[in-house]
T-cell receptor, first 115, second 110 residues
Framework: NAGVTQTPKFQVLKTGQSMTLQCAQD?????MSWYRQDPGMGLRLIHY???????DQGEVPNGYNVSRSTTEDFPLRLLSAAPSQTSVYFC??????????????FGPGTRLTVL | EDKVVQSPLSLVVHEGDTVTLNCSYE??????LLWYKQEKKAPTFLFML????IEKKSGRLSSILDKKELFSILNITATQTGDSAVYLC??????????FGKGTSLLVTP
């Protein structure tokens, strides 16, 4: 049981480049989400999904796309990277019902730098 | 707009002290409030609270929610240096989105 995995761990991009941050979970969790964490800002929700084929925007969705074609995977795409997207990105997942509902499990994070 | 405010933003205490961290919120269609601990890596889950007045407890940590006054507190008794971390409060609305506060940075000195 690997939990929530994220790749890559570190990434450096040039302004204007695109890339995909990968997130996968093997716990059969319905809910998956992406956050960014900047110094002094806490965690801010980018996008989230309550099941395959369903996604919704969080607090800071601009510049990011997501899709949820399977229960396990929830990739985050940066369309045209900007220096303002330099951050640490966390993926998280949880059940939506039951005794352990909403106990979100976080991946190890991806540290992204945009030059 | 949903809002979660944590106080204090940072705190320095001595080992053995008791600390109280605060989280106040304004959210449309409240569903739950969660506390996390973050130590230089990914946050780890501490508690989820959905009902007022029912204390959740785990060892030296405890938390309670007041849905009338819209706040929660996290208590840590007999603090240890291993409790040094950022403590995050998050509130969930009925759409399942989590809104995090900026966190309280706790440093426990020997």
């Amino acid at each position: 049981n690997a939990g929530v995995t994220q790749t890559p761990k570190f990434q450096v991009l040039k302004t204007g480049q695109s890339m995909t941050l990968q997130c996968a979970q093997d716990m059969n969790h319905e809910y998956m989400s992406w956050y960014r964490q900047d110094p002094g800002m806490g965690l801010r929700l980018i996008h989230y999904s309550v099941g395959a084929g369903i996604t919704d925007q969080g607090e800071v969705p601009n510049g990011y796309n997501v899709s949820r074609s399977t229960t396990e995977d929830f990739p985050l795409r940066l369309l045209s990277a900007a220096p303002s997207q330099t951050s640490v990105y966390f993926c998280a997942s949880s059940l939506l019902a039951g005794e352990y509902y909403n106990e979100q499990f976080f991946g190890p994070g991806t540290r992204l730098t945009v030059l | 707009e949903d809002k979660v405010v944590q106080s204090p933003l940072s705190l320095v205490v001595h080992e053995g002290d008791t600390v109280t961290l605060n989280c106040s919120y304004e959210v449309t269609n409240f569903r739950s409030l969660l506390w996390y601990k973050q130590e230089k890596k990914a946050p780890t889950f501490l508690f989820m609270l959905t009902s007022s007045g029912i204390e959740k407890k785990s060892g030296r940590l405890s938390s309670i929610l007041d849905k009338k006054e819209l706040f929660s507190i996290l208590n840590i008794t007999a603090t240890q240096t291993g409790d040094s971390a950022v403590y995050l409060c998050a509130v969930e609305n009925s759409g399942y989105a989590l809104n995090f506060g900026k966190g309280t940075s706790l440093l426990v000195t020997p």
